[in-house]
Nanobody, 125 residues
Framework: QVQLVESGGGLVQAGGSLRLSCAAS????????MGWFRQAPGKEREFVAV????????YYTNSVKGRFTISRDSAKNTVYLQMSSLKPEDTAVYYC??????????????????WGQGTQVTVSS
């Protein structure tokens, strides 16, 4: 079993930055594919970013490319989402998720087996 706990959310003005963290524990963290998703009020949960088990491959949804960076630190069993140049439309609950292996459908939320509790990110104008 894998347990995921997000932290780092908060209130920030447009143009500001936040770094989200996802602390993981369990049997296969080092080789797991880790993703970030978000859900805004009235919307479906959507894909944001993903990183391969080795950390060598990353993929982002178009709306955050150039602004967000996903990374992982195996020694700390932690995955990060560095968010810069934040916009009000980035406001959402952000979730960390884990799946066993990489596939062509890493943006599909249904393929992730484990989820954190979520952390609120609010971007004001």
């Amino acid at each position: 079993q894998v347990q995921l706990v997000e932290s780092g959310g908060g209130l920030v003005q447009a143009g500001g930055s936040l770094r989200l963290s996802c602390a993981a524990s369990g049997r296969t963290f080092s080789t797991a594919v880790m993703g970030w998703f978000r859900q805004a009020p009235g919307k479906e949960r959507e894909f944001v970013a993903v990183i391969s088990g080795s950390g060598g491959v990353t993929y982002y949804t178009n709306s955050v490319k150039g602004r967000f960076t996903i990374s992982r630190d195996s020694a700390k069993n932690t995955v990060y989402l560095q968010m810069s140049s934040l916009k009000p439309e980035d406001t959402a609950v952000y979730y960390c998720a884990s799946r066993r292996s990489w596939s062509a459908a890493v943006w599909e939320k249904y393929d992730y087996n484990y989820w954190g509790q979520g952390t609120q990110v609010t971007v004001s104008s």
